[in-house]
């Protein structure tokens, strides 16, 4: 168990000491602080000692909660715990308290002492613990409060136990019924459990055990029906616990015998209360020490138990399902396939067959999953499992028909399953069958999966082409208007170079046009589109090839003292370096663009260009002698922006 830290310093060093005092001498201690079981947290006070560092409780516990200031200004949640333990296990008188409260914030001064009168709902339940097991009477009750007194009892549960064996006579009501019923002395139902209603002279429904054996039900209204529920044919019984799997068991016998209709369940909802509120105290207490508090409440069900063989086929059934309903589900929910079915009759055929098979054969098998989770299968007869799946008219076509034509509702056609082998009722036990039909769908939902996901895939890819052909119009649009409106305002030697790009991008669009494969088509498109935002670049660098010759030129002009006139006079310097680069450079820059430039190329000599220029740039401030002298004779372009490039990235020494 872990104790929570304490805030003051001095009182944790005191509780340090102790545990240390305790392992030491085996000596009861005690514990006054923060304290939190699953979601209640407040002031626990308990005795405990130390086993090899376990914390054993001995003695009084108390744990609580309440705060005025929630109380006073919202609403306060409050609780108490209280009882004793012996060695770990809760023993003698427990009570246990959970109030959700508010105030009217009016009060009264009495003996000293101010009171506020609260509102809310408060639960309380009291009874001995013997062994950490209810043991004696034990009442549950839940009042609501009203002006600090009880308005009413909304529920209230009266169970003697002995040692967590329920006895004799109990009673369990709510607001609008009241069951009575009696236990043997081994804690299994007997006799008649009665459900009194408060609108209603008599009883409302009685349920007829015979030791431990839930015979009937008998339905006391204007029906006045006797629903058989175990009938004794199977002499094989097991005795579980009267809880949710129970109640679940005889929710499906009584489906089974085709009842399920006239059944409203009150005295389910009745033991079901019960049961949860004392999993909350059973919560509690399992947390705190050694506790087994939920209610023994025991009957007997007919045992059917699943051999080696068919758990395998359990299992089979409920993969196979599984897959199943995972592939109707996400077809028959597909926004793609509901707004084409609207229009395009084999999408239309396919959902229709998708949806008979799901209602026909994974719904029904879904039942038996559930069955399966509850574990209630083996408590019924296989056969009469598989009859209940289908009502009795057990389904074993080939083939299922629906509707074919989204604009003719007679028109018809049929879809054949997919089978492993050959039915064979005759030899084929009850689960071999709904393993069977759940191995079959899930191969023909797998099969009509890929033909439908096909269908949607070229159906997307289709309306992918039209807005790529779109947006491919649009794009060639931007770069022949670019390249048309540049022409009229640069120098008429770069106009050649631009008109090249402009009639490689429309030659693109030319040989697209002869691509008849959808599939072709979708990646040409694609791949023209990458290549026309690379064209679009290289123009926009070919078109600012002069502005930035214009600005070389500027940065590479000096003041230079003229002892003639005596004045500084500009003066153009590195002629060597600017002549090979507009002289040389440039002319070989064009010619490469009007080449009949593949993308590649493209992209590669738009990158050529900048570098060259970001090169040429750098030069200005660097010791270029060397360079120059070489320039002199160089008429080679990739030589010289060879040149360029090694003599912009060295460091001048």
Known sequence: MNHKRLTNPFLFGLVVILFFSSALSGQTQQYSGPFTIEKYAGIAE??????????????????????????INKEDSSFLFEGAFKENYPTGDWIFQFGDFKTDKSSQLVNYQYRVNINGIQEEAKGKIKEGKPDGLWVYAVNHIKDSEIEKTTFKSSIAFDK???????SIENEQNTLVGRFLRNGLAHDQWSLFSSNAMGTNEDWNFSDGILKTIQINDSRNKSIPIYTLKNSNTKTIHLDKRYLNAIQLQIALNGEDSIYHGNIEQLLKQNNDYYKKIDGILSRLGKSTFSPELKVKVPYYPLDSVEVGLVKTIVEKNNASKKISESLLRNTQLNILKLSDSESFYYYNVINEITNTFVNPITNFVSYNEQQIVEFVPREAVLQSLWKGKIPFPKTITVANDVNKEESKKTYELLTEKEYSFATSSSLEKIALIASNVEKSLVDIQEIVVNKLTKEQRQQELISLEETLILDNNLLANYIDSTANTIQKK????????????????SIYATVKD???????????????KIYLELAKTTASIPVKVDSLQKIYIDKIWNPFTATLMDEVI?????????????????EQVESNLDCIQAKELN?????????VFALRNKDSHKLERKLKKEQNPKTIMELFHNYANTKDH
Do not use: W
Request: hydrophobic share 35%; glycine share 4%; aromatic share 10%.
């Open 46 to 71: 308990y005795n405990y000692y130390l086993v090899s560092k376990d914390t054993v409780l001995e003695g009084n516990f108390k744990m609580y909660r309440s705060n005025l200031d929630l109380l």
């Open 164 to 170: 967590g064996i329920p006895q004799k006579d109990f």
């Open 494 to 509: 770069y106009v050649p170079a631009l008109q090249s790009i402009k009639a490689k991008s429309k030659e693109q669009l």
């Open 518 to 532: 959808n599939g072709l088509k979708l990646e040409k498109a694609k791949s023209i589109l990458a290549c026309n």
């Open 574 to 590: 590195k002629k060597q370096i600017t002549n090979a680069y507009e002289k040389v450079v440039i002319p070989h820059f064009l």
């Open 607 to 615: 990158t050529q260009i900048i570098a060259t220029h970001k090169d």
